[in-house]
């Protein structure tokens, strides 16, 4: 059964430290998404790749977030460093996109951070 | 832009009743992709159901049915004899065909399903 694998599951850190979430997509999938869910905010698409290639990361925070896929079976993002207002559930989902029609996006369980 | 609307924060109804979740959107697109997800309390994103612009054929699956109405830029979801299962929150989404292919999300509806 193939589905998107998030770690760690939650995680609860304090302000100024580094956080590192991991993602491994679905096996043969070309896109990765990376989204942050909030009550105030919904569902934010914070970056993607294509191909392992960085596509769009302009929902990102570019002094305290980044975004890498070192390889096709791994995604990480961290934060560095972690603020209260990161405090958040951050999705990872996975997808084929070609030339053509977009495939459905498939998402993981999902990370709740909790930054005090 | 993309935008998607659900004007419905949410909704409240008891078991056995049908239910229609309401999704508007805009795009400047011509080629476009709607997509219905399920938020169940659990947390995670289910995959319901993918639809391609060019195709405008109402579908059903199971109790499910989706009304897509390119005329009103609308793409409706129907729950029939809900159960309460069904309680989650629902969200429709909306993805280009070209350049960025990233799903924008509308806000969610809460629906609650009382036995």
């Known amino acids: 059964d193939a589905r998107v694998t998030q770690t760690p599951r939650h995680k609860v850190t304090e302000m100024g430290q580094e956080v590192t979430m991991r993602c491994q997509p679905i096996?043969?999938?070309?896109?990765v998404f990376w989204y942050r869910q909030t009550m105030m905010q919904g569902l934010e698409l914070l970056a993607y790749?294509?191909?392992?290639?960085?596509?769009?990361d302009s929902g990102m925070p570019k002094d305290r977030f980044s975004a890498e896929m070192p390889d096709a079976t791994l995604a990480t993002l961290k934060i560095q460093p972690s603020e209260p207002r990161d405090s958040a559930v951050y999705f990872c989902?996975?997808?084929?996109?070609?030339?053509?029609?977009?495939?459905?996006?498939?998402f993981g369980q999902g990370t709740r951070l909790t930054v005090v | 832009a993309q935008k998607v609307t659900q004007a419905q924060t949410e909704i409240s109804v008891v078991e056995k009743e049908d239910v229609t979740l309401d999704c508007v959107y805009e795009?400047?697109?011509?080629?476009?992709?709607l997509f219905w997800y399920k938020q169940p309390p659990s947390g995670e994103l289910v995959f319901l159901i993918r639809?391609?612009?060019?195709?405008?054929q109402n579908e059903i699956s199971g109790r499910y049915s989706w009304n897509f109405q390119k005329s009103t830029s609308s793409f409706n979801f129907t729950i029939t004899a809900s159960q309460v299962v069904d309680s989650a929150v629902y969200f429709c989404?909306?993805?280009?065909?070209?350049?960025?292919?990233?799903?924008?999300f509308g806000s969610g509806t809460r629906l609650q399903v009382q036995p």
């Open positions: 989404a909306l993805s280009g065909a070209t350049g960025r292919r990233a799903l924008t």
């Open positions: 096996l043969g999938h070309n896109t």
């Open positions: 795009t400047r697109d011509t080629t476009y992709y």
């Open positions: 790749f294509r191909n392992r290639a960085p596509l769009d």
């Open positions: 989902a996975s997808g084929l996109v070609l030339r053509g029609p977009n495939t459905e996006a498939f």
């Open positions: 639809r391609n612009s060019f195709d405008e």
